[in-house]
Structures are given as structure tokens and as C-alpha cells.
């Protein structure tokens, strides 16, 4: 009964939507009157609240396991603990939708509430959000529907969630990415109201500043999140694969960081006006591409929900007719817009712009790269796929040049040409103090890979300007802004870490019995393997091994496991790490081979806590960013 | 207004010569990193250079895993033809016989020696390039 109800509430609400489109649609070449506007808004804002009340009502059905609703059954189980009862729902493809929505809603009715009710754009915003919602709450009850009943006996019980799934950073990943993912909708729908307004005096930049940078920031735990949960929980000690999802929540990201750098210059100093609308138009399409890659199948990954090309139609459809309704008024509108301010040689603006081209040249480059198979195949039927190398080559020397922009403009000043002298001054020491601190890492590593000292070199001369920045404030009183600074810092530290990992990292496979102890290298002087023990637990067998390592003159104990889950059968590994400030000794258990040995994978992974360390910084610097004091 | 000409085409320049390095990168190392992806009948056909890195995608043949230290060998079938894999590592927990797999690698010599093997979240797995479907167990 109540799934029914759940599922009435979510029709209702694409029925009270539909009718706040039609009646804007009426109103949408002559003016609005208030009272006409407070009326549409009581049927947005009701239309939403039945969108939250249906998802409550359906967690209740999820932690009160009721098996009758087939997406339920299939993914959730009655010896579940009751948060993964809940997490389950954002599992797979339905439930995960339905979560989608009910954010965009969230987004929506607070974005428009905080609008005054006089406030020229906010008409034609509701009629751009509530176009969204209904679109995508059409998609979930036309060819998603998590209602469902199984008829007219229910199952007893549930299928389980996946195992690997039983996790808290994947069960908060999803929700944080699709926080950040739909929280674009806003700038999207007020840059598209700005252009259907068609008045170009209004300033538009400071309304959805702060919304922008809460949303950037949620993109960024959520894809933080997931690749810190792929390090840990699939065992193969990576954090980043360039599979075709990760990729297709880098573009909006990269998007979405340089719409926040333009937003800055234009609301700082009224230039690149017509190129941050721009952005913001194509952060949200690229959102929606990724949503069609992931739910539509079309491309295999580990991410991809099931195959089914009806999902994938609508969702194209659907997301390139937003998309290509947006640009066809901003193409429309371009002529009028095009009176902006010219960006000044040689100022902060036109490093900015310089980083922002780099950043659409790497989102250009990444699209290439997940559509390329595609294409290929289209055209004569070979399967190709793109790996990491091609992302390396591609980043490392787009890296270098955005660091070289990104050094001098911490020196730069908004609005005025930057002196020559002061130019080479910004340059000259970083640069030195890098190249040494690089003579002195491949002197005691003596490695050598030139991708990875492109990284290097790059990640060093960011962090070497803003230390040199931070001493001038100490010592000179020189102003710095905090929020960029620790933010770039976090940026150049991200470069370092992933370049110093990828040249320092190794692995080991190793084959002992228990009781057993061998020399593995200069660093692992000893692996001791104690002893394995089969344990049982609520849902699964555990086999635990015990091993201790005389790592660096140090003894560390490590517990590798394997569990077998009864309900599916299936097996995971948890690895052990051992975590130090510069690497982490990473360990996981393999099989047991005919003698009665076991296989164990040993890998040593330089500087990759630092990866998540620099996410963190780039968080908190924005997160300063919002709360930084107005300057008068 | 010429200044403001000469800057305007300065900037084209730049874009343009940016733009311009940018995509002839792209597509040099679209074309030397590549990975093709065969099927065991395929790759038996096709005339693959030695040290070119490609994709075999197949099912684990039953009863052909065998272990050597940390060495596994098995054999991937399309259940027309079977290449035999040999690969040094523990493979991923999904990795089973009579499951789908697919393994990143080079072709010597009629044997595959594989540098990584793909894991798959869903159990039900099976590479969509294989068009006959397993036989029923």
C-alpha cells in the first residue's frame, strides 16, 4: 500500500509540474504578474515537496524490507544493517535515479525560494527547472520504475546488495557526485533565464556564485570519495583507472573549475561574461552526457549499470534538447552580449583565460578519448579501447604549461598589466628552487621517466609561488588571498603526489606457506606469514591471514582477508595497508595453491594518502573562498 | 582601435596555435595508444605484431586454471577457439573458471602473456563482443 502511495505522490508531482510549465509557457512573452508567479511557485514548491515525501515514504519500504517491490527485492536483504538497507537503494540504476531527482529537486526549491519574488529572472529560472525535474522524473516512471511490484507474490527474500558495495565511502560516494553533478542545474537554469530575458544590464554572476562553489565541492568528495574507496576496496591498489565513467565525471569537473575561475574575473572585473555563460551551459551538458554514458550501457566499464538502449534514447533525447536549446538562445543572444570588458595583457584575467582554454583542451581531449572507440567501431567494426597512456601523454604537457600560468599569475594583479622585472622576479626562483629540488629526487630515486618529471617540475613550481607568496605575507605584508592559496596549493601537491607515485610505486607477488618468512627486498627485510584462520561471520566467511613484515627496521603486523558472502557467493578481498607519511604498504591475499601455499600481492605505494590530502586542500580552500568576508 | 585589433589577433594566434598543438597531440597518442580488442578466434586469425599491446576478451575455459608459484596459467575460450594466458599476480576475486574476463597483454607465439586482468562489479559478466552465449549449465 504504501509503494502505491509513493508511486502516486511521484505522479502527482509530474502532474502539479507539468501545470507550472504550461502556465509559465503562457506567460512567456508577456510580463508576469506577482500574483501570477506566487501562484506557480505554491504549485513548484508543493510539486517538490511530494517528490521528497515519495522518497521517504520509499526508504521506509527499504528498511522495512519489502520484498514485493522487485528493485527492493533485487537489492537489499533482510540481514542487512539498516544503513545499507538504506544506502541499497542508491545501488543501481532505478533507485540511484530516484535519488538523482529528489536532489535536483533539493537544489531547485531552495535555489528559487532564495529569490525574491520581484527578482526579473526568477520566471523563466522555474520554467527552466521545472522542465528538468519533470524530464528526468518522466525518465524514472516511464523506463526506470523503482515501484515496480512483483505480482502477486513477493518475494521472501532479498537478493542482497554487492558486496563491495557494503561500504561507508561508497555508500556517501554517489550521493556527494550527484550533489555536485545536479547542483549545476542552477547556474545552468539562471545563465539560460538570463539569455530568454534578453537584459543585459542585470548582474547575474554574484546570485549563483556561492551556489556554484557548494556544488563544485560536493563534485569534488564525490570523485575524491570514489577513488578512495577503489584503493581500498578492490584491491588492486590503484585510485584512478581513466575508465570511461571516471572520465565522464572529470569533464563537468574540469567544467566546472574553470566556470568558477571565469565567474571570479567576471564578476571581479566584468570581463569573460559571454564565455562563463558558456561554461555553465556546458557543465550541466556534460553532466547529462555522463548520465547517459553511465545509465545507457553504451560503453562497457565497471561502472555501467545494465544494458538498455530504450534508457539511453531518452536520456540523449532528452539532454541534447536541453543542451541544444541553451545554446541556440546564447547563439541567438551573442551578438547583443559581446560588449564585455577586453581581458588586459599580461593581468591575473589573462593567465585565467589562458588555464581556462587548457582546461576545455584536457575536456575536449578526455571526450576524444571515450568516444573514440565508439566511433572506430561505428565506422569499421574493430574494438578499440583508450588506456591510461594516452591520458598521460595527454596531461603531462597541458600540466606543465597550466602550472608555468598558474606560477605567474600569483604574482599578477586583476585588471593591470604585470611589469616586466616583476615578471622574471615571479619566475626565477621558483623555477630554480624546482630544478634543484628535481636534480635532488632522481639523485636519491634515480629514476627516470620524463612524463612523471614533467609532473614533478609542475607540481613543484606551483607550490614553490605560493610558499614564496606566503613568506612575502609573512615578512612584507603583502596581501594573500587564503582560499586560492590553498586550493592551488592542494592543486600543485595533486600533480606532485600522482607523479612521484607513479615513478616510485612497485609491487611484489609473493608465494609462502604458513609459518613461512622470506626476504622480499632491501625495505621489506623480512615477510613473516603467521598464520590463516577461516572465521565466521552474520553474512559472510572470513579467511584472515596474519603477517608481519620488518619493513625499514620497523615491525608491522598486517591482516589481509578474503570473505566469502553466503547469500551470493561471491568473494571480495579486503587489503590490509600500513600506513606511513610517504607510502603505504599495501597487502592483499590471493589463493591457496595445490602444496598449500598462498599467493599474496605486496605493493609499496609512494605518496598516495597525499592524493586525497591535496582533494582536501582544493575543498577547503574553495569552502574559504565561500566564506570569505566581502571586501568593500 | 588598432591596438585593440592588434591584441584581438594576438589572441587569436595564441588560441589558434594552443588549439592547434593540442589536438595534433591528441591524435599522435591516439594513434600509438591504442588497445585493440580480439577474441581468442580473432586474435589466432589476426597478424598481430609482437610487443603490440592489446585486449583478449573471452571466457575462462573449465578446468584449464593451473598455478606455479605466483604464475597462473588458463586458457580463454569463444567456445570456437582457446588461447592460453599465462599471467604472474593475484588475478581479481571475480577471476574464476567458467566466468568472463578480460585480459590487457601481448601475443607471443601463439601464448598471451597478460600484464593486467580485468575485474567486473557485476558477477553476471560476459563481454557483449562474444555473440554466442554460453552453453546452458
Known amino acids: 500500500m504504501i509503494g502505491e502511495i509513493s508511486h502516486f505522490l511521484s505522479l502527482s508531482a509530474v502532474l502539479l509540474l507539468s501545470l507550472v510549465l504550461i502556465f509559465n509557457l503562457f506567460f512567456f512573452f508577456s510580463k508576469i504578474h506577482p500574483n501570477q508567479l506566487t501562484l506557480s511557485m505554491r504549485l513548484f514548491n508543493q510539486a517538490c515537496w511530494l517528490v521528497f515525501i515519495s522518497f521517504g515514504m520509499y526508504v521506509y519500504l527499504a528498511i522495512s524490507d519489502d520484498f514485493s517491490i522487485a528493485y527492493i527485492a533485487n537489492h537489499s536483504n533482510s540481514q542487512l544493517p539498516i544503513f545499507y538497507k538504506i544506502t541499497s537503494i542508491w545501488s543501481a540504476h532505478e533507485g540511484s535515479m530516484f535519488l538523482w531527482i529528489v536532489f535536483l529537486t533539493a537544489w531547485s526549491i531552495l535555489f528559487i525560494n532564495s529569490l525574491n519574488n520581484n527578482h526579473p529572472l526568477k520566471k523563466f529560472t522555474l520554467l527552466m527547472l521545472s522542465l528538468i525535474i519533470l524530464g528526468f522524473l518522466l525518465f524514472l516512471l516511464l523506463t526506470s520504475n523503482p515501484f515496480e511490484r512483483i505480482l502477486p507474490f513477493g518475494a521472501v527474500e532479498g537478493a542482497d546488495i554487492n558486496p563491495v558495495l557494503q561500504d561507508p565511502a561508497l555508500a556517501i560516494h554517489p550521493p556527494m557526485l550527484y550533489l555536485g553533478y545536479v547542483g549545476f542545474v542552477i547556474s545552468f537554469s539562471f545563465i539560460t533565464a538570463y539569455l530568454l530575458n534578453g537584459n543585459f544590464e542585470l548582474q547575474w554572476e554574484q546570485d549563483i556564485k556561492n551556489w556554484s562553489l557548494v556544488a563544485w565541492i560536493f563534485l569534488t568528495i564525490g570523485i575524491a570519495l570514489g577513488s578512495w574507496w577503489a584503493y581500498y576496496e578492490l584491491g588492486w591498489g590503484g585510485y584512478w583507472f581513466w575508465d570511461p565513467v571516471e572520465n565522464v565525471a572529470l569533464m563537468p569537473w574540469l567544467a566546472a573549475t574553470a566556470f568558477m575561475h571565469s565567474l571570479f574575473a567576471s564578476s571581479k572585473s566584468n570581463v569573460l561574461k559571454t564565455w562563463t555563460m558558456f561554461l555553465g551551459i556546458l557543465i550541466f551538458a556534460l553532466s547529462l552526457f555522463g548520465a547517459f554514458i553511465v545509465r545507457s550501457g553504451i560503453i562497457d566499464s565497471v561502472h555501467s549499470f545494465a544494458n538498455d538502449p530504450e534508457r539511453g534514447l531518452y536520456l540523449l533525447s532528452f539532454s541534447g534538447l536541453i543542451t541544444l536549446f541553451a545554446l541556440t538562445i546564447f547563439a541567438y543572444r551573442l551578438p547583443a552580449l559581446n560588449s564585455s570588458k577586453l581581458v588586459v595583457t599580461g593581468s591575473k584575467e589573462s593567465f585565467l583565460s589562458m588555464n581556462n582554454i587548457l582546461m576545455i583542451t584536457s575536456i575536449f581531449s578526455i571526450f576524444l578519448g571515450v568516444t573514440y572507440p565508439l566511433i572506430i567501431e561505428s565506422i569499421n567494426g574493430d574494438k578499440v579501447s583508450i588506456g591510461p597512456p594516452y591520458y598521460n601523454t595527454i596531461f603531462a604537457p597541458l600540466i606543465l604549461i597550466a602550472a608555468i600560468f598558474i606560477m605567474i599569475s600569483v604574482d599578477a594583479l586583476w585588471q593591470r598589466s604585470m611589469p616586466l622585472r616583476r615578471f622574471f622576479t615571479a619566475i626565477a626562483v621558483p623555477v630554480t628552487l624546482s630544478l634543484i629540488s628535481m636534480y635532488l629526487i632522481w639523485w636519491t630515486t634515480s629514476v627516470f621517466s620524463i612524463l612523471a618529471y614533467i609532473g614533478i617540475f609542475s607540481g613543484l613550481l606551483i607550490l614553490f609561488s605560493y610558499l614564496l607568496r606566503v613568506i612575502n605575507n609573512l615578512f612584507n605584508k603583502k596581501f594573500i588571498n587564503k582560499g586560492s592559496a590553498i586550493a592551488h596549493t592542494g592543486l600543485g601537491l595533486l600533480f606532485f603526489a600522482v607523479s612521484m607515485n607513479s615513478i616510485l610505486s612497485y609491487e611484489k607477488n609473493l608465494n609462502l606457506a604458513p609459518g613461512q618468512s622470506i626476504l622480499v627486498d632491501k625495505s621489506v627485510q623480512e615477510f613473516s606469514f603467521n598464520d590463516i584462520r577461516v572465521i565466521k561471520a552474520s553474512n559472510h566467511d572470513v579467511i584472515s591471514a596474519k603477517v608481519s613484515l620488518l619493513q625499514d627496521g620497523r615491525e608491522i603486523s598486517l591482516n589481509p582477508q578474503k570473505r566469502k558472502y553466503t547469500t551470493r557467493g561471491q568473494i571480495t578481498s579486503e587489503s590490509s595497508i600500513h600506513a606511513t607519511f610517504l607510502k603505504d604498504t599495501y597487502l592483499t591475499i590471493g589463493d591457496q595453491l595445490e602444496n598449500g601455499s598462498w599467493t599474496f600481492s605486496l605493493k609499496i605505494n609512494y605518496f598516495i594518502k597525499w592524493i586525497w590530502f591535496s582533494a582536501a586542500l582544493m575543498v577547503l580552500g574553495m569552502l574559504l573562498t565561500i566564506f570569505k568576508k566581502k571586501v568593500s | ?137
Not at chain 2, 574476463?101 to 593486467?116: K, N, P, R, S, T
Open chain 2, 1 to 137: 582601435m588598432l591596438q585593440v585589433r592588434k591584441n584581438r589577433l594576438w589572441k587569436l594566434l595564441t588560441i589558434l596555435f594552443l588549439s592547434a598543438g593540442g589536438i595534433s597531440l591528441i591524435l599522435f597518442s591516439l594513434n600509438s595508444k591504442l588497445d585493440l580488442f580480439y577474441t581468442p578466434s580473432e586474435m589466432l586469425q589476426a597478424d598481430i605484431k609482437p610487443g603490440y599491446r592489446i585486449k583478449l576478451g573471452g571466457m575462462v575455459k573449465n578446468g584449464s586454471i593451473t598455478r606455479d608459484g605466483t604464475t597462473i596459467r588458463f586458457q580463454v575460450t569463444d567456445f570456437i577457439k582457446e588461447v592460453s594466458v599465462t599471467f604472474d599476480g593475484v588475478p581479481p576475486d571475480l577471476f574464476k573458471e567458467d566466468s568472463g574476463v578480460v585480459i590487457l597483454g601481448y601475443f607471443l607465439d601463439g601464448m598471451f602473456e597478460a600484464e593486467e586482468i580485468f575485474a567486473k562489479h557485476d558477477e553476471n559478466y560476459m563481454p557483449p563482443e562474444l555473440s554466442i552465449d554460453p552453453p546452458a549449465i
